[in-house]
């Protein structure tokens, strides 16, 4: 395995996802090559696999100091952004 910092994995019944150099990743759980989700400025933490595996939930520090919470597909895509500055955009 190569040398590297790897933490905060979270694993669904195909891949694990970890955070890496401040960036998610993706590898399967069969093994192989990891593969960047995200390039962000700011730092991320406390990924989350959907129950069923096709989501991956995050914070990014990208947009606000203070952390707020994003979710992509787990294959890999474009982020929605779901709080702003804690506050959520879904209603309850």
Not at 3 to 22: E, K, M, N
Not at 59 to 80: L, R
Request: glycine residues 10%.
């Amino acid at each position: 395995m190569p040398v590297g910092y790897y933490s905060q994995p979270t694993v669904s019944r195909t891949h694990i996802a970890f955070i890496s150099d401040d960036d998610l990743w993706l590898v399967s759980r069969q093994g192989g090559e990891a593969r960047r989700l995200t390039a962000n400025k700011g730092i991320i933490s406390s990924p989350c696999f959907s129950p069923d595996g096709k989501w991956l939930s995050f914070i990014s520090t990208d947009a606000t100091a203070e952390g707020d919470v994003y979710i992509m597909p787990s294959v890999g895509g474009e982020a929605e952004r779901l709080t702003w500055l804690g506050v959520s955009k879904i209603s309850s």
